[in-house]
């Protein structure tokens, strides 16, 4: 069964980073994207980050794109989410999460995704 398991977050102040990690397991086609979804209490489920392991592109959401940077480490099988210049409308419980592609014209959907890990919260507080 496929497994997602986050760690990296924390408290930061404004300004300051993160590096988020995902261990994935028990993947068994490259067949995916896996990235990370955002979840605020109130707020809208935000796709902020994914790569394809298909294709090897990567998605960031418009607000993230100039800020963080997904990167993926196959040996370790782990990708990371660096966090560059937090802003208190960051803090979230960002989950890794990961879902089947069926063709090349696929997209991010932060609701369609088939495998997510526990989250890890991060909240960015003076």
């Known amino acids: 069964e496929v497994q997602l398991v986050e760690s990296g977050g924390g408290l930061v102040q404004p300004g300051g980073s993160l590096r988020l990690s995902c261990v994935g397991s028990g993947f068994t086609h490259d067949d995916y994207i896996i990235g990370w979804v955002r979840q605020t209490p109130g707020k809208e489920r935000e796709g902020i980050s994914c790569?394809?392991?298909?294709?090897?592109?990567?998605y960031y959401k418009d607000s993230v794109k100039d800020r963080f940077t997904i990167s993926s480490d196959n040996a370790k099988n782990t990708i990371y989410l660096q966090m560059n210049s937090l802003k208190p409308e960051d803090t979230a419980v960002y989950y890794c999460?990961?879902?089947?592609?069926?063709?090349?014209?696929?997209?991010?959907?932060?609701?369609?995704?088939?495998?997510w890990g526990k989250g890890t919260l991060v909240t960015v507080s003076s």
């Open positions: 999460a990961a879902g089947r592609i069926y063709s090349d014209n696929w997209y991010f959907s932060p609701y369609g995704m088939d495998f």
């Open positions: 790569i394809s392991k298909y294709d090897g592109k990567t």
